[in-house]
């Protein structure tokens, strides 16, 4: 890996426009990744790696792929042009916090912290939650998926864009749920499903 590492160095170094690839250094090499590295005007799938280095806080224009991560440094709460999936993590440090302008996957997440309260431009997946603490009122552009949560807190007002899915909510009706968000200054623009009808 060594000598692999200096090949790319020694290349770079006679052409400045041929930089040691991102992956590699994340993987072999992240101290010395930079601030250029971390600008990614695309795509980056990094679906290969299970931890990141505290160091990386990328900004992304395209999807970040991150599904076999299993645990999130305090430091990177990235911006993400696209969307995020981080569909192995079940916890999430309370710092974490990310822009994200497509879709956040989050879906095997059983917990979050009070700090949480992401914007997200697309959809926000959160399928194994049981339960949300009552500062969780995350901004949504699409649809936010609750499915699993069994009751919701006096307080919430979340802001969503598309439909708000709660089958597994049984003590309430969409339009109890509804009434709830709105008079707490939520808004959903989309339809509100529960797991009761009257």
């Given at each position: 890996?060594?000598?692999?590492?200096?090949?790319?160095?020694?290349?770079?170094?006679?052409?400045?426009?041929?930089?040691?690839?991102?992956?590699?250094?994340?993987?072999?090499?992240?101290?010395?990744?930079?601030?250029?590295?971390?600008?990614?005007?695309?795509?980056?799938?990094?679906?290969?790696?299970?931890?990141?280095?505290?160091?990386?806080n990328p900004t992304v224009g395209g999807d970040l792929?991150?599904?076999?991560?299993?645990?999130?440094?305090?430091?990177?709460?990235?911006?993400?042009?696209?969307?995020?999936?981080?569909?192995?993590?079940?916890?999430?440090?309370?710092?974490?916090?990310?822009?994200?302008?497509?879709?956040?996957?989050?879906?095997?997440?059983?917990?979050?912290?009070?700090?949480?309260?992401?914007?997200?431009?697309?959809?926000?997946?959160?399928?194994?939650?049981?339960?949300?603490?009552?500062?969780?009122?995350?901004?949504?552009?699409?649809?936010?998926?609750?499915?699993?949560?069994?009751?919701?807190?006096?307080?919430?007002?979340?802001?969503?864009?598309?439909?708000?899915?709660?089958?597994?909510?049984?003590?309430?009706?969409?339009?109890?749920?509804?009434?709830?968000?709105?008079?707490?200054?939520?808004?959903?623009?989309?339809?509100?499903?529960?797991?009761?009808?009257?």
């Open positions: 890996m060594t000598n692999i590492l200096n090949l790319f160095k020694f290349i770079e170094s006679k052409r400045p426009e041929y930089r040691v690839p991102l992956k590699y250094k994340l993987k072999n090499d992240p101290d010395s990744i930079t601030k250029e590295d971390m600008d990614v005007k695309g795509d980056l799938d990094l679906s290969n790696l299970k931890s990141i280095p505290p160091t990386f792929d991150l599904p076999n991560l299993t645990s999130l440094p305090p430091t990177f709460n990235p911006k993400v042009g696209g969307s995020l999936n981080l569909n192995s993590l079940t916890s999430i440090p309370p710092t974490f916090n990310p822009t994200v302008g497509g879709n956040l996957n989050l879906s095997s997440l059983t917990s979050i912290p009070p700090t949480f309260n992401p914007t997200v431009g697309g959809n926000l997946y959160l399928p194994s939650l049981t339960s949300i603490p009552p500062t969780f009122n995350p901004t949504v552009g699409g649809y936010l998926n609750l499915s699993s949560l069994t009751s919701i807190p006096p307080i919430f007002n979340p802001k969503v864009g598309g439909d708000l899915y709660l089958p597994s909510l049984k003590t309430m009706t969409p339009e109890q749920v509804r009434k709830l968000i709105e008079d707490n200054g939520g808004t959903v623009k989309g339809k509100i499903y529960t797991g009761k009808i009257k």
